[in-house]
């Protein structure tokens, strides 16, 4: 597992290499908080890319995050989730708080336009 | 066609992708679609979640062991996940969706929503101080 930051326009783009489970969901907690912090970002999205496995601990992770930034007016979004990341976010109701929109171009395109 | 194995591994994090793994390898010899496969591991990985979060607590040491048990009987899938933890006070109010003993974690209390999402049927056996043992199966298309 590993993640990767990039920052722009005002969002924090954290592209999570591997499986979210139980093992792995407080490393990318954490990895993400530290940067988040660092950043002048105001959002934070979460690029499924590159995940292979993701089970309820992963919503659990995002919802922390979602919850997070809620106290800072920011808002959280995903990219680039599969056909099988897709199916956690429809049944936890997350897709619902989390916007899902296919990559950061679109968000930008979005963002000030009803999102 | 019927099959079975059977094993136990320690309930320490490290363990998680490499049970729902084989629980998935297991289960490939009904060649299911990808999506299937998907679906079987995940449920694993929510069950054995549950095991070590909630059956053990924190502070697992080499004393506490999960069960996983596979048996392929014609086009089905089953699957058992046994722990000898503290067992689950309500059954019915753990499967309610959102439901979670530890929201400070971020647990998103959908651990059995998913199971029951993804498996055909899902069985909860648990006793106080002795355990819990979930079986679930799943019809795989052929």
Known sequence: MKVTFVERNGNLVAKIRGEIDHH????????????????????????????????SSGIGMVIGRYKELQKSGGRVFAINIGAEIGRIFEIS???????????????????GVGI | MQNI?????????????FARVCAAAFAAQLNPTLAELNEVKTAVSEAVTNAMIHGYGAGCDDEKWIYLRCQILDNEIWVEIEDKGMGINDIAAAREPLYTTKPDEERSGMGFTVMEEFMDEVVV?????????????????Q
């Open chain 1, 24 to 55: 792995t969901a407080q490393n990318i907690k954490n990895s993400i908080t530290n940067e988040f912090a660092k950043s002048n970002a105001k959002n934070i999205v979460f690029d499924f890319a590159h995940v292979s496995f993701m089970d």
């Open chain 1, 93 to 111: 109701g997350l897709k619902r708080i989390v916007p899902c929109f296919a990559g950061l171009d679109e968000i930008e395109n979005n963002l």
């Open chain 2, 5 to 17: 194995f059977e094993m136990k591994f320690l309930a320490i994090s490290q363990n998680q992708a």
């Open chain 2, 125 to 141: 056996h648990s006793a106080l101080g002795e355990g819990t043992v979930v079986k679930m199966s799943k019809k795989i298309t």
